[in-house]
DNA sequence: TATTTTTACCAAAGCGCTTTGAACGCCTAA
DNA sequence: TTAGGCGTTCAAAGCGCTTTGGTAAAAATA
């Protein structure tokens, strides 16, 4: 059933059954009752490209994922886009994905922007000077970047965590505790997040006055696997560090495999502190002993983003959203005074 | 710019434009190669909707994930469609997605189908008896399953890998080590997948003769945590198992902490088989064991699963899919015969 | 050379909606 | 009594494409 018919069906012209089901002020409420009743009997929607080709508006969002085919996809992601789901659909928006794959990642949005596929995009990943800012403001279209793209704080609109706090903090927390030789397992340090974590971890190591040692230091995957090789790599080196900072709760499994292997003690041999986006499989206070975490919600962020993206697109001449949420450091078993 | 303002520039009508661009035969070869050149010059991308529209195709696949809010997102989801994406792509399909969230699944369906936003649908994580089927027969859009719902095998389109024989020779394997008492953690078991893993385990045990004990079994949540808990639990009954089958890589973590937790040697102690989705930051060859798994990439299967959905949009008369996918059982160093 | 077929193009209709501009009836103010 | 204003409704245009049903010109056939 189209509008067409619905109307014929009402006795009245589709221009005024279109304006009594989008809520304009020039149908009578008794008229507005009876195609609201009828639309619903007989399970009327609206055809989405007709309105959107009528509107220009897409009333979608893209998502793209980065094609970067040595990065495995991210198991983050769905959370964060869970999180988005309920604003748009509230908004009537829908998400548009398009995740790894051959395609350069800077057509897919030459695609979503210039068919009028997307009214807006989300960019994710964003790496140090991460060439898509460029595209996306060549190409004239609301976007929203989760993260930052190095220095460069303006310009784009950007919801971000305080991973140079989260990590300046951390460290800190662990030189109070004692400990002179702290590692650093992180994520790849194009990642502006990763980057961003380790300048936080070492001002707080230079404002203590200790070394900063690339050798308890490694850049790489997220992985189980990887945390647990450079996990154990750095406890084996002859200095050894009493403490070790992980960028991804998916880094601790291997982490603690390496740690338990040795015959090591979390929190007594070896302090831990890992970066915790809240995922459901992964629990950072249920481990044993918990651990402790700078936390940050990956999941408020999406929803967050859909926010301020939607924002954008309703009013452009708005200020351009700059969002720094801090990150909390929980403390938990995993950390303790180094052993004398 | 637009077919028309195109059309404009080269002296040809928006009819024999479109033909050029779609590759109709009505269109003379120098024609045709003069359109193609001043349309990629100038950027030329037909506008989605105003396509869609004149169609009737949208040209878009929808997913969506559960709304069950017991119930993390799945991370394995990313990969699923990540395999997905380079086929859609290659049709000029787009996916569209809605992740969790308080709508009603089955509503965001109709959404979907009514409104024409999507040609098909991909069907996740169906349960037994999965209202979902009857809702989409009811829309007539086309879907297709990834998985099956319950002893249902007709009359719909599913792709599924073999859940029940995986586990059936999974818990063969370790009977003919000479495991009596082998401990079973499993997924959800509303969940179809996890339902066929339970009866191919029993299936075996059945066949040789052993028990099934309810006390050694569990079904709940795929994460690192429950992982913990249940094989702590398993391996501290009075009996102890001297196998454990895992649902998910997910799970393995947990249940290496907890075997590690007890001082117990995985292969010599406690002999450990888990399914294996071919998730990159948890990989089973390099555990220290390694891990005997039973695998299946779950990023092919959603490619396939994008094949399949495709064909049903553009034959809708062919014959109804229906792919059973063997998985493999690769025997590492996590597996061996039990010590007497 | 006359006729049919083929080739290469075009005008116009239509997809299902929104929106502009106009009309109609009824009420109020002059 | 008439002009203006307001509340409701409608006809028609338009969004940017595809597709149907043509028509000329060129090529093939008789």
């Known amino acids: 059933m189209n509008l067409k018919e619905l109307a014929a069906h009402l006795n009245l012209s589709p221009t ?4 009594a089901l989008n809520g304009y002020p020039e149908v009578s409420e008794e008229t507005r009752k009876r195609v609201d009743e009828e639309a619903r009997r007989f399970g009327y929607r609206p055809n989405t490209h007709a309105r959107r080709l009528a509107t220009g508006r897409a009333h979608a969002i893209g998502y793209v994922l980065p094609a970067d085919k040595s990065l495995m996809i991210d198991p983050l992601f769905s959370d964060f886009v869970a999180g988005a789901t309920d604003v748009y659909a509230a908004h009537g928006f829908d998400v548009m994905l398009h995740a790894g ?4 990642e800077t057509s897919v949005y030459q695609r979503y922007a210039q068919g009028g596929t997307v009214d807006g995009v989300v960019v994710l990943g964003p790496r140090l000077g991460d060439p898509r800012i460029d595209v996306l403001n060549g190409l004239k279209i609301p976007y929203v970047v989760h993260g930052r793209v190095g220095a460069l704080e303006g310009g784009y609109a950007w919801l971000d965590i305080d991973n140079y706090g989260a990590f300046h903090r951390a460290t800190k927390l662990l030189v109070d505790l004692g400990h002179q030789r702290i590692g650093l397992i992180n994520g790849y340090e194009d990642f502006n997040y990763a980057n961003e974590r380790r300048r936080g971890y070492e001002k707080a190591l230079n404002e203590r006055g200790l070394k900063i040692d690339p050798l ?12 647990f090789q450079q996990t154990k790599r750095i406890l084996q080196l002859a200095n050894r560090p009493t403490a070790l900072i992980l960028g991804s709760m998916l880094l601790v499994a291997g982490a603690m495999r390496a740690i338990n292997e040795m015959r090591l003690v979390i929190g007594r041999d070896v302090s831990l502190i890992a970066h915790d986006d809240g995922l459901a499989f992964l629990n950072a206070s249920s481990l044993v002993p918990s651990l402790t975490t700078t936390s940050s919600s990956i999941r408020l962020a999406g929803a967050r983003v ?3 993206i939607l924002g954008i697109i309703t009013d452009p001449k708005a200020e351009q959203p700059h969002e720094l949420w801090p990150v909390d450091l929980i403390v938990r078993g995993s950390t303790g005074p180094v052993m004398p």
């Open 16 to 19: 005024t059954v279109s304006r």
């Open 101 to 104: 794959g051959q395609e350069e």
């Open 216 to 227: 308890v230091m490694s850049s790489g995957m997220m992985t189980e696997e990887n945390g």
């Open 306 to 308: 859909a926010e301020l």
